[in-house]
């Protein structure tokens, strides 16, 4: 018979497990939503880091982004001053992306992407998503590891049963993200391959 302090710690275990998978998933949307898919995405200069007053700062620290149309971004410095820095970070930046200085603002075409430049970031979408669905086995194999410690501590008095039954309910977690990962992935493909 399980003690009532046995089942708060599955409670634990599973309820940290079903936390850290979903924490994995939400760096996954995060990570998506910096890659340049063609269409204006404010989230896409979240990378962007501006030297300012001889600090690095985010770009959304010192600036604030609209997008006034699907294929444009406007950037207005919260200081005129740092309209330069903007630029040159952008510039600097792995986006190849050309920002035009309007004085005031910066306004950041989002060119149309090739068909080459479509099917490679497939593969880094591809990637990325392999690292997550990784991060999600390792919590996996975590939880694993603390269910078996717990049906070996005799204080704990796990039940065999108990402890298999904890396990498929990890693995049953373990599939639910894993699948919800290849969700998020085959959107993200559609997107980027929508002409």
């Known amino acids: 018979m399980e003690t009532t302090e046995t089942a708060m710690t599955l ?3 599973l309820a940290d497990t079903r936390k ?17 898919t063609g269409r204006a995405n404010a989230s896409i200069l979240d ?19 609209s997008v006034p149309e699907s294929a ?3 950037i207005t ?3 005129k001053s740092a309209i330069k820095a903007i630029e040159t970070a952008i510039l600097k930046s792995e986006l190849g992306l050309n920002p035009a200085n309007a004085g005031t603002v910066i306004r950041l075409p989002i060119p149309a992407l090739t068909e080459e430049r479509r099917k490679e970031l497939t593969k880094v979408v591809g990637r ?3 690292e997550i669905k990784t991060a999600v086995r390792n919590v996996r194999r975590d939880a694993n590891e603390d269910i078996k410690k717990l049906e070996k501590d005799k204080a704990a008095s796990l039940s065999e049963d108990a402890a298999k039954k904890a396990l498929e309910q990890i693995q049953k977690l373990t599939d639910e993200f894993i699948m919800e990962v290849e969700e998020t992935l085959k959107n ?3 997107e980027i391959l929508k002409v």
């Not at 924490?23 to 890659?35: G, Q």
């Not at 007053?53 to 985010?58: A, D, E, I, V």
């Open 11 to 13: 409670d634990t275990i």
């Open 20 to 36: 850290h998978m979903k924490a994995s998933l939400e760096t996954l949307r995060k990570e998506l939503a910096t890659v340049r």
């Open 47 to 65: 990378s962007i880091h501006v030297e300012y007053y001889g600090s690095t700062m985010p770009l959304n620290q010192i600036a604030g982004v």
């Open 72 to 74: 444009m971004l406007v």
């Open 77 to 79: 410095p919260f200081d």
């Open 128 to 130: 990325m998503g392999e």
């Open 188 to 190: 993200e493909d559609a």
